[in-house]
C-alpha cells in the first residue's frame, strides 16, 4: 500500500476505469423498462402559440406519454426561478419572468421546449415528436442587448417592462467626472464580449425515476451542482428538497454549463410519475449548442483617464449584459456581485463610476463559464490598457507595471471596498513577460514576415474570485473493514478528485491511500454540498477534508464532519473520535 502525500504524484485512480470502459457515464447507466424522452423544441426565436395538436403523436406506435404546458398546468408544476431574485449589493428585486417547463402563451428563443414525447425506444420518440403539430404566430424578435432596449423593441415579457431586469448605478459618478475633467488622456472603446456555447464532452441528461410508494423521485445527471438543483427542481415539481434524490456518477466535463437547473431535469422526473417508467433524456450536440446556458454576451462602452505619466485616474464603464430569453440560475448575481467584486482588478484607480444594466431578448438564456463576470472585467480593463499605451506613446507592459498594486501594500481594498487578500502583480507579470522571450518578438515577427505570415503579441492580467458557493460540507466514516468512506458535497467533472481528495485525507490521517474511498454525487449521502464551480473544489473541498480530520478517531463506528465556510476562521468543536465540528467565525 502506498502512503501520497499532498505534492506527490501519484497515479490517478480513475484512470484504471476510464480506459478499461468501466466509466458510468449518464449513458453508461442501465435501468429495467427504460423509456425515452424527446423534446420538441420551438423553430422560432419569437412566436405566439395558437394551439398544439398532439392526435397523431399520442397514437403513434411505441408513444407513452406526449406532455405539454397544459398538462404541467394540471399537475401543479410550476416554472424555474433564477437562484438570485435581487441585486446582491442593495436588496433590490430583479425584473424578470420565470421560465416555465414547457412554453404555454409564447416562445421566447430558438429551441425552447414546447412538448415532451415519451416512446419505448428513442427513434420511436423522434418519430413521434415530427407528429406534433404547433401553430405559431411568428413575432418580431431581438437577439442583441442594444435590440432589446430599443423603444421599439418587442417586449419578452410581460413581468419586465422595457425587457430590462436591471438598471443601476453604482462607485463614486462625481469623483471620475473631477478625475476625467483634469486627465492629460483619455481612451474610450466600445466592446462586445460576445456569447460563447461550453459544449462539455458529455452532453447534459437526465434519467428520471419516481417511486409511488415513498413518493421520492430521483434523478441520474449529468450536472456540476446537485444539491441546489435538487432544491429548484423540488420547487418546480411542488414537492420538499428531501422528496427529491439526485445522483451525479461521472460527468464529463461542465465549464460551467451543468451549474445550474434545466427544465428538462424536472420534465423526466414528472413524465417518469406520468408513465410509471424510468425516463431517459440526452441532449443531442445539436441541442447543446440551441438550448444549453450560454455565457458571456456583454456589450460596454468604457473610458479610461489617466495622468500626464501615465498613472490611472478613473474608470467609467457602461455596461449591457444579454441574459437572454429568461434570468435564470446566478444570471442577476454575476451582474451585482462577481462583475462588480474587482473592478480595477490588480491595478490602482481611485475612482470608478458604473452602469449596469440586464436585459432580456429572444436567445438562450445566460448561465456562467470561467471566471463569470471577472473575465468581462479584465477583457474590458485590459483593452483599456493597451488602447491607452497605443494614444498616449505609452509602452504596454510598463503602463502596466506603473499601475500595478505592489506587494508591499497588501491586504488591498478596491474602490468598492472588496479586499484582495495577497497578490505580487508586477513579480509574476516580469516572470510570464520572460517566459514568454518578449525580448526575442521582434526576431520572431520578422522571421515571420519573411514567410508571409503575420505575427502579434498580447498579454493580460487575469484575476478572479474563487471558491463559488460560500458552503462545503465533508463527512469522513470509518467503515468495519477497515476502509475508510470519504463522503464529499462537491464532485469531479474530470479533475481527478478520486485521486486528490483521498490524497489529502492520507496524509491527514497517516493511512494508505488505498484505504480511502472518495463517495460524491449523491444527495442523499451528504445533507448539503457547494458542487464544481468558480475553482472551488480543492479549496473548500479540500479544506473541509482537512478540518474535518482534526483529531484520530477511536476504534469502532466512528463519523466526522467539518462546514466551512469561505472567507471565515474556523474554530475546532471536538469529541474524541465521535464529532469533530469546524465553525466559522463570520
Not at 300 to 316: T, W, Y
Not at 522 to 539: M, V
Request: glycine share 10%; net charge neutral; aromatic share 6%.
Amino acid at each position: 500500500m502506498t502512503n501520497a502525500r499532498i505534492g506527490d504524484s501519484p497515479r490517478r485512480r480513475e484512470d484504471a476505469r476510464f480506459v478499461t470502459g468501466h466509466g458510468a457515464y449518464l449513458d453508461d447507466l442501465r435501468f429495467e423498462r427504460l423509456a425515452h424522452a424527446v423534446v420538441l423544441r420551438s423553430p422560432h426565436a419569437h412566436a405566439r402559440i395558437r394551439s398544439i395538436d398532439t392526435t397523431a403523436a399520442d397514437s403513434a406506435p411505441g408513444v407513452l406519454a406526449v406532455l405539454t404546458a397544459t398538462d404541467a398546468l394540471a399537475d401543479g408544476l410550476k416554472p424555474l426561478r433564477p437562484y438570485a431574485e435581487a441585486n446582491i449589493q442593495t436588496g433590490e428585486p430583479f425584473a424578470f419572468s420565470a421560465q416555465p417547463l414547457l412554453a404555454h402563451d409564447k416562445v421566447r428563443f430558438a429551441g425552447e421546449p414546447v412538448a415532451l414525447v415519451v416512446a419505448e425506444s428513442l427513434a420511436q420518440a423522434l418519430d413521434a415528436a415530427e407528429l406534433v403539430e404547433v401553430d405559431y404566430e411568428p413575432l418580431a424578435a431581438v437577439t442583441t442587448g442594444d435590440a432589446a432596449r430599443a423603444a421599439d423593441a418587442p417586449l419578452i415579457a410581460d413581468e419586465v417592462p422595457g425587457n430590462v431586469c436591471l438598471d443601476w448605478r453604482t462607485g463614486n459618478a462625481a469623483a471620475a467626472d473631477a478625475a476625467f475633467a483634469r486627465a492629460a488622456h483619455v481612451v474610450s472603446l466600445r466592446l462586445d464580449n460576445h456569447r460563447i456555447v461550453m459544449n462539455p464532452m458529455e452532453p447534459r441528461g437526465g434519467v428520471g425515476q419516481f417511486d409511488p410508494a415513498s413518493g421520492r423521485y430521483t434523478l441520474h445527471v449529468s450536472s456540476q451542482n446537485i444539491h441546489i438543483n435538487r432544491d429548484h427542481v423540488a420547487r418546480a415539481l411542488g414537492v420538499g428538497s428531501k422528496d427529491v434524490r439526485f445522483v451525479a456518477p461521472d460527468v464529463g466535463g461542465g465549464f460551467g454549463a451543468k451549474n445550474f437547473a434545466y427544465v428538462e431535469h424536472a420534465l423526466v422526473l414528472w413524465a417518469a410519475r406520468r408513465t410509471g417508467r424510468p425516463v431517459k433524456w440526452i441532449a443531442s450536440r445539436s441541442e447543446v449548442f440551441l438550448s444549453d446556458h450560454a455565457a458571456r454576451d456583454t456589450e460596454a462602452e468604457a473610458s479610461l483617464a489617466l495622468d500626464e505619466m501615465g498613472r490611472f485616474l478613473a474608470l467609467k464603464v457602461t455596461s449591457v449584459a444579454n441574459l437572454g430569453a429568461y434570468m435564470i440560475g446566478a444570471g442577476g448575481a454575476v451582474q451585482t456581485y462577481q462583475y462588480i467584486h474587482l473592478q480595477g482588478t490588480v491595478y490602482r484607480i481611485p475612482a470608478i463610476a458604473l452602469h449596469i444594466v440586464a436585459v432580456l431578448s429572444n436567445t438562450a438564456p445566460i448561465g456562467v463559464t470561467r471566471g463569470p463576470g471577472f473575465a468581462e472585467t479584465v477583457n474590458i480593463l485590459e483593452r483599456l490598457i493597451d488602447a491607452a499605451a497605443l494614444k498616449a506613446g505609452f509602452d504596454r507592459a510598463d503602463l502596466r507595471h506603473l499601475n500595478m498594486v505592489p506587494a508591499d501594500a497588501m491586504p488591498m481594498t478596491n474602490s468598492f471596498g472588496f479586499q484582495v487578500d495577497s497578490g505580487t502583480f508586477a513579480e509574476t507579470f516580469d516572470q510570464a513577460l520572460v517566459r514568454a522571450d518578449l525580448k526575442g518578438f521582434a526576431e520572431r515577427r520578422q522571421q515571420s514576415e519573411t514567410q508571409g505570415k503575420l505575427r502579434g503579441l498580447g498579454f493580460a492580467y487575469h484575476i478572479k474570485g474563487t471558491g463559488g458557493a460560500p458552503q462545503e460540507n465533508v463527512d469522513i466514516r470509518f467503515e468495519a473493514d477497515g476502509t475508510v468512506s470519504l463522503i464529499t458535497g462537491t464532485q469531479t467533472i474530470g479533475q481527478g478528485h478520486e485521486t486528490t481528495f483521498p490524497q489529502i485525507l492520507a496524509d491527514r490521517l497517516g493511512l494508505p491511500n488505498e484505504r480511502i474511498r472518495l463517495v460524491q454525487g449523491d444527495t442523499d449521502r451528504i445533507p448539503l454540498g457547494g458542487g464544481h464551480g468558480s475553482s472551488r473544489a480543492t479549496y473548500m473541498g479540500g479544506t473541509a477534508i482537512w478540518r474535518a480530520s482534526c483529531t484520530t478517531p477511536s476504534a469502532g463506528s466512528c463519523k466526522m464532519r467539518a462546514l466551512c465556510m469561505l472567507r471565515a476562521t474556523a474554530s475546532l468543536k471536538c469529541l474524541p473520535g465521535r464529532l469533530c465540528q469546524a465553525m466559522p467565525y463570520i
